[in-house]
């Protein structure tokens, strides 16, 4: 059986690359991987720590490149990958441009799909934009459907997808953080390695969403910057993402607070770590929502709504929205309400047991006949 994994995106890289192991570890599947490079420096960092060697780089990353130009590159790049290699099925994860457009490719060339991280829903076709409408699409393409939790399966039920094409499995992301999370780390990053984690309750911030550029990141930065100024026993990191108006924002209306370090953007492994040696979690983040409940951090989400509604229910996530006063009132009671902080660590995480990955390998082999 020949499997054609394809991504772009560090998010994807970071939750397909445990697939990918195992897929080249197993000797029943040829295994080939494809990746576009949507992203190229983030992308290239997760796979040299999974020690991954794509097959074929279309290396579409240009500057200031449109969702068009990403659309058309990886069109006509992956056009030429699968009339090539004739896979018995390309595997394609989440909701990014390269995720849409690969499982477009492989329709086009009559190729079956598989797609893993499927049936998240916002029910708002602009938010997340593109990724929703990204993901919805490629739902519609796909013949096989890998559900991380029950709800997931619920959405795609909704929108006519075939019951028994709908597989439950936990999601990847799972996999990946635990395996990284086990490691010995130290530090290298020197604001990281003088940061006090022992005597410090330390808040990890991340930011970037197209939807919050503007007022909405002014309110959330605002919220942050109030909770600085109040709690002198708190350190704030942010690793601040590299778009200009993301920076110049946060250098605006975080800057001079000593205990608020904006430093340079993480790569996989230290964030995990930073991560587990925080108190709790800031984020508009979709992976987030899923990674920090693993390691017991609650999780503050920045956003009008969220694709990972699971979470919500089960207590490890509270959607704050993007109003400066509901921000920073959540924020202050976690730092505050020790039994509020404790049923936000303590519940149980909807997203798996890291197990995702043999799951997906298994229905894959039970499908090859189905193909």
């Known amino acids: 059986m020949k499997v054609l994994t394809v991504f772009g995106t560090r998010p994807e890289a970071i939750k397909m690359a445990p697939l990918v192991e ?54 006509t790049g992956l056009d030429d990958v699968l009339k090539k290699e004739k896979p018995d099925i390309i595997l394609v994860h989440g909701d990014t441009t390269t995720t849409f457009v690969s499982a477009l490719a492989a329709f086009y060339n009559q190729i079956p799909v598989g797609h893993v991280e499927a049936g998240l829903r916002t029910g708002d076709k602009y ?60 530090f290298e990053d020197e604001v990281l390695k003088n940061t006090d984690f022992e005597n410090k309750r330390v808040i990890t911030v991340t930011c970037h969403r197209r939807e919050n550029l503007g007022e909405n990141m002014e309110q959330i930065f605002g919220a942050i910057r109030m909770i600085a100024d109040e709690f002198d026993d708190v350190e704030i990191i942010y690793p601040v993402h590299l778009n200009p108006k993301v920076r110049e924002t946060a250098k605006k209306i975080l800057s001079g607070a000593d205990n608020v370090k904006l430093i340079a953007p993480l790569q996989y492994q230290p964030f995990v770590n930073l991560m587990a040696r925080s108190h709790f979690i800031i984020t508009d983040s979709g992976g987030m929502q899923e990674e920090a409940p693993s390691l017991g951090k609650p999780v503050l989400v920045v956003r009008k709504e969220t694709e990972r509604p699971e979470a919500v229910a089960a207590g490890t996530v509270k959607l704050a929205g993007v109003e400066k006063k509901t921000i920073y009132e959540l924020a202050k009671r976690l730092l505050t309400d020790n039994a509020f902080y404790d049923e936000m660590a303590h519940a149980v995480n909807p997203y798996g047991d890291g197990k995702a990955c043999e799951r997906i390998i298994k229905i894959l082999k039970n499908s090859e006949n189905l193909l």
């Open 22 to 75: 195992m897929l080249n570890a197993d000797a029943e599947i040829d295994s080939v991987l494809c990746v576009t490079a949507q992203h190229r420096e983030m992308l290239d960092q997760v796979l040299a720590l999974f020690k991954l060697t794509p097959d074929y780089d279309l290396n579409i990353m240009k500057p200031n490149q449109t969702i068009g130009m990403i659309t058309a590159n990886v069109l």
């Open 127 to 186: 938010s997340p934009y593109p990724e929703e409408m990204n993901r919805i699409l490629t739902g519609h393409i796909a013949d096989i459907h890998f559900a991380p939790t029950t709800r997931n399966r619920d959405n795609l039920l909704r929108e006519g997808i075939a019951e028994d094409t709908i597989h439950i499995t936990g999601n990847t992301v799972i996999d990946a953080l635990l395996r990284v999370a086990g490691k010995p780390y130290e």
